[in-house]
């Protein structure tokens, strides 16, 4: 019998009974909306932290404390626990002085959880306290007025500039200009003296508009007294510098920090490039993925189990059905075909309909939380032609028990 | 009369054993019957006594564990479940007692089935005209839900007779209908006898075993008699018993008549 007759019975045995098609349906649809919307999140969290590393620039060297591998392998469990808090204000001046050929400019940096008053007003946020450097390295502008200067630096003054988040925050206006007024920050008294320049968010990650910035001398002593600093950008002359860039450092701080091989085992900084820090993230998104798509894969058989279930109760409901299509002449394969195509047009249109969901629904996440998403192609073919599979794969189950039937028994059966 | 060359079924010493719970039941004790083109046979018999295993067996439906069964010359414990399928789908049209059309599908549908599963074309001119001819032509679009048992019977024949089979078998077909309809009903297997339509056919009344040409009777898995059926009814006539009084008691009542 042809193909194309096999789906009309299929279809119409699927029409005579819409309630159990439906239920039926609602497992792989489900399955494949989670799937497609898990995907396109993961992607998307993918995407904005690429995105903005590659916003970083292209000669940008980032410092950070502590070993270059993860700290959670065995190896690096045993090396010495004391190469933390290392990196020093005098590190980035020195990084600052010595190499003025590879290197434009040197920005250290100092971050810590604050809480800040403005009449009356409380917010959470980020002290973020760094030179003025910063500007250039981090490809940061001001929206009004200024940053600070080295002399305020120096002369450890009480300013600060601040992002755009914490002005709406504490006034809950957005676009409001603070210059001029006193920012109370950890109940001590800063005048402010700029506006940021918005960067958006619409990453996922931390804001990065959620940041009061001052002069690191203060930042250090005064609002969150640490001796050392957590890290420093540093922008070279030219892409082509880098390499010569990033040699110099290492041997620098590993000379300064006083390091016995071997390297960079005993090493207690990093220094990373922007290729470094992609294939950090990738590491960790690719954690992310990989455990999101177990989720999607267990919905997907969780769906697929739901298909065998009504199926096997469907066989059996149809014993009679079996046995009258049997005595008028079909064949095994003909009972085969026409419970496996029911189960594959359940799952199709479920991952279908599913894969519209999942669109719908990352379109409706994206727009009300604001999460950045990615639907690709790719992961809507693979949806299909999984939960196809899915359908196929447990249909097979319950047909084949269909077409083996005894007409006999089927026929006596009430 | 040479009737060796049109012997449609031969069964020849014909075993079915059941066990069940480890009591041994002699469905079929030793069968053998020849039937050939053209006859009408009832088989007769009280309950269990292997009509309907017998029915299974011609009907190809079920194998006997030994003795030998040919149709049309082959040898049926020989051939595969396709081979099987293909024959209970071009050669044999099956009425059941229970009438047995697929439930929430209509008559039309049902009647074609046969022919999808036997790769015919003209489906739909072929099912329209099968249930035209068992007088449900105008029934075409309606599930068997909304049919009466009589209707639902006729459907099931039109279904057995759509790919023109040779043999038709039918196991009580009247069994659930009332006499006016079983009447209707023996009328369309005399007339396809007429046609050269094998028939066999399980019954246990009397009367409607009247209509065939041969009675068999069976008792204990093992057929007791065989004889040709004499005086014989023919449906026809009888509808028109049946109808008479009614007609006469109309015209009783017509004003002048
Ligand atoms: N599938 C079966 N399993 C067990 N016993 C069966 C089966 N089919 C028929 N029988 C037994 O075989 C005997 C004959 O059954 P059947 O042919 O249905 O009789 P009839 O149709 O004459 O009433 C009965 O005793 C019945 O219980
Ligand atoms: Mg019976």
Redesign the interface.
Known sequence: MAVIEYFRLAIRSLNSNKMRTALTMLGIIIGVAVTILVVAIGQGATKSVTDQINGLGTNLLMIRQGPREMRLTAASRNAPAQSQNTLTLLDSRTIAKQFPESILGVAPQVRGNVQVRLNGANATSTVLGSTPEYLVVNNFTMRAGRFFTNYEDQGNLKVCVVGNTVAENLTGKGETDLTGQILSVNKSNYTVIGMLAPKGTGTGGPDPDDVVMMPITPAMQRVLGVKNISGISIACTSPEMMPLAQQQITSLLRQRHHLHPPFPQNDDFQVMNQTDLLARSQSVTGTMTSLLTAVAIISLIVGGIGIMNIMLVSVTERTREVGIRKAIGATPRDILMQFLIEASIISVLGGIIGVVCGVLGTILLASIAGWSTMVSPTALGIALVVSASVGIFFGIYPARKAASMNPIQALRYE | MDRSSDLLLCIRDVYKIYVMGGQEVRALDGVSLDVHVGEFVAVMGPSGSGKSTLM?LI?C??VPDSGSYLIDGAEVSTLD??EL??I???KIG?V?QGF??????TAL?NVE??L????QKNRTERATAALTRVGLGDRLDHKSSELSGGQQQRVAIA?AIV?QPRLILADEPTGNISTLQSEEIMQIFQELNEDGVTIVMVTHEEDIARHCKRRVEMRDGQVVSDQPIENRLLAKDVLLELKKPRESKVSVLLPGA
């Not at chain 2, 999808?116 to 790769?119: D, E």
């Open positions: 299974n009907g439906l079920d479940e396709y399928a293909r209970r789908n071009k099956f059941f047995n059309l697929i439930a929430r599908t549908e089935l046969p999808m599963y036997g790769r279904r790919s």
